[in-house]
């Protein structure tokens, strides 16, 4: 029995020698050749042709911005190294010694002239005290220059990294100045009498001056009123409704306060909630704004004040899902605007909220890629379609659990951690490249998805810097292979910087615009060529 099984077990295990042996070698074999089998086929890339044409110009692109509203306030006063890194992600032009960008180098910043909500605590009836905002005004009348100290050290830390323009904009009059001493709303009802128009108005001339006294930053721009057609009467925030005439009283009394008090900040209307306030006639108390604001025969018409800035602004929340009715809106928008002679439109306000017709899910933070594809998706509708000179995101610093942050923190208003988003990223493949007074010029694409819309390109002229920037979106699971064609315009080298699920504007070797141009799925490519 012992000898038996001797030899059963020897050619047993002389068979699975040799069968160990004949997998390693197909194992090797397959390695070094990547055979792979008759019956897969490899994907293919797609193929597009791209025409640029520089001789064909629309709008000239104004600034890209985003607002210090509400976390400011806190990581204004955390740790030197910490504040100074996320000001770094939002402002910086600087790159690495490999050619990464530091940051998106943001050319606005959005400064939030708080109410005084703060001051009251929980008797401001806000209920998250991050949404509480100080207010430089006292009871008596006095003006106190060391408030808002945390929003101060990031307008002071944006002017340091060579951010040129500077919006102050306002969600609530002083509650000193409203009609139920609130910085929100009571039933939906405005919240400023026509008779403290003129005292809001001074309110914001001394503002303007009080920061520019104590930092050197004159506001370029400032804006009154914010999302006027929402009640704004549930204790989540600071905010007040208006309407239409109410808009162009206030305005009016700030022309005046501004011109008074010598100085030279530009008035920015209206702030719409939604795009189609700004030009559908179907609410002709609080929308239609375009031609109630700008149209001369208007009982509200506000065009000729001297320091009324020629733009009406809106923000793009609920109206960026569907594509194909996301850009029809922006059609119908820019049309409305070109009915004024030199009126711009400014999209002053977004991140991604609701549910977007299935599309994105406001809720949850995100990190990822995917939410960082929608929003250059947005992005491009508005400037391409919307025609936009202007685009600025809403919480730069966001301690919540939405896709409303282009940087996340920890909810600690001494110290914390921080996470810069892929929207922040995304956002800088426009931002960071596109600068002050590039145009964009004509871009038309062959052989792109239509159906799903999973690829769009945007291209942009600056003479100021002697470069072509071309962004480009793909959306797609597969890759795209991108031919160029230029018209009107002579290019050297090209450089091109990726945000995707591994990189964040990483620099890709040096091209040209001969050469076939890979664009990874799902990934944004901005290419800068230099202009011979």
Known sequence: MIRTSFKVSKSFLLRRWLMAYTFLFLLFSCTKAQVVPDNVQTPTNKQVNISIDAAKTFQTIEHFGASDAWSCQFVGNWPESKKNGIADLLFSQDTTANGQPKGVGLSLWRFNIGAGSAAVGDDSGIRDEWRRVESFLDNDGSYHWDRQAGQIWFLNAAKQRNVKNFLAFTNSPPIQFTVNKKAYASNGKSNLSADKFDTFADFLATVIKGVKDK??????????????????????????????????????SLSASLLKANLSTKINIAEAGELNFLYAKDNLVKGYQITDFFEASSSNYVG????????????????????????DKRKLLSESVATIPNLKYWMSEYCILGDNAGEMDGNKKDLGIDPALYVARTIHNDLVNGNATAWHWWLSISPYDYKDGLIYIDKNKTDGNFSASKMLWAFGNFSRFVRPNAERIATTVENENTQ????????????????????VINSDINPVDVNLTLSNVKVSTVKAYITSKDADLKPLPSTSTKQKITVPARSIITLVGNLE
């Open 452 to 471: 799903n819309n999973l690829f769009q390109v945007s291209s942009y002229k600056d003479l100021a810097q002697k470069q072509l920037i071309t962004v």
């Open 304 to 327: 000729n004040l001297p320091n009324l800035e020629k733009a009406i602004s809106g923000h793009s929340y609920f109206t960026s899902s569907p594509f194909i009715q996301a850009r």
């Open 215 to 252: 930092t050197g930053i004159l506001f370029n721009y400032v804006s009154p009123v914010n999302e006027p057609q929402w009640e704004w009467s549930d204790g989540g925030q600071e905010g007040t409704p208006f309407n239409n005439t109410e808009i162009a009283g206030i305005t009016r």
